[in-house]
């Protein structure tokens, strides 16, 4: 696939145009309000072409604005299995969230009452597919790699966890509206050449959480887009959460969940800083 980007980002100029652009400028990813970044045309479905344009960044959007679904994986780093003391599967264990679960890199989230008690956060790598994929084999699987994005798989632990309450699916804990944040930026993979060397930090109200390396992982990217592909298409735009590492608050001694207010920020190496306010509906 042809790079016409290094990092896309979606905003609004001083007059509230929507537009995308092109981040070529790593040092600008802690603050992008006020960046002056090069203009593209196009969108997800027509493809992006580079122009000769500017324009300021007033506010920062989600990069995506939409997603068909989302791909999610469970228990993909080894270290996090070893934290949850549970067995590595033979495969990779997929769940889903639909498309309303799609929230801003800066967005407050609103929390219902139902998912606020054990409210947890997963600080994962956003994988966005480019073009229609269907059995795609591994050694190709990156050509159908968009870009890469911070993700925040937020997890309401009560409704996930007990078998009685679950029967053992991960889907309804995870698929309330604005449950997958994503953004500031979709780096392509001209700016991240390999997607199993990116470290990772969470944090939770400025306090490191997570920190990691996605060389943890148990099935690389290659591995989850062939396999999650398989007799499946998986349409462009598509984003596949590909797991989080050890640190989650649910396996932490003592246990510690989200609060009202509680700021979290999830940093990939080079992809800027996913950072939402939880919101806790009355």
Same mark, same amino acid.
């Given at each position: ?124 790598? +956003? ?9 795609? /084999? !591994? %050694? ?5 790699? &968009? *870009?890469? =994005? ?27 509206? +604005? ?9 392509? /993979? !001209? %700016? ?5 060397? &990116? *470290?990772? =930090? ?47 608050? &649910? ?32």
């Amino acid at each position: 696939m042809e790079h016409t980007f290094h990092r896309l980002v979606r905003f609004e100029d001083g007059n509230g145009t929507t537009l995308y652009g092109d981040v070529t400028d790593p040092s600008v990813l802690s603050d992008l309000v006020g960046a002056t970044v090069a203009v593209l045309d196009g969108d997800l479905d027509t493809g992006f072409v580079k122009t000769t344009r500017k324009a300021i960044i007033n506010k920062v959007l989600c990069p995506l604005e939409r997603v068909p679904y989302f791909v999610c994986i469970g228990l993909n780093y080894k270290k996090h299995a070893e934290e949850a003391n549970l067995a590595i599967a033979e495969n990779p264990v997929i769940f889903a969230k639909p498309p309303d679960a799609l929230a801003g890199p800066s967005s407050s989230i609103p929390i219902p009452l139902l998912a606020q008690p054990r409210l947890d956060y997963e600080g994962e790598l +956003g994988v966005v597919i480019g073009r229609d994929a269907r059995d795609v /084999p !591994a %050694a190709s699987a990156l050509s159908f790699v &968009l *870009g890469y =994005v911070n993700a925040n798989d937020l997890s309401a632990r009560h409704l996930q966890m007990p078998a009685a309450v679950s029967g053992g699916q991960f889907c309804f804990a995870k698929s309330f509206d +604005g449950f997958a944040p994503l953004g500031p930026v979709v780096a392509s /993979p !001209a %700016a991240v050449p390999d997607p199993q060397a &990116l *470290g990772l =930090v969470t944090r939770v109200n400025g306090e490191t959480r997570q920190e990691s390396s996605t060389a943890d992982m148990i099935w690389g990217v290659r591995e989850l887009v062939a396999f999650a592909s398989q007799g499946t298409t998986l349409r462009r735009g598509t984003v596949i959460l590909t797991g989080t590492p050890s640190g989650v608050g &649910l396996f932490m001694e003592p246990q510690r969940f989200l609060e009202d207010g509680d700021v979290v920020e999830v940093s990939f190496d080079g992809l800027g800083t996913l950072r939402n306010t939880m919101q806790f509906q009355k």
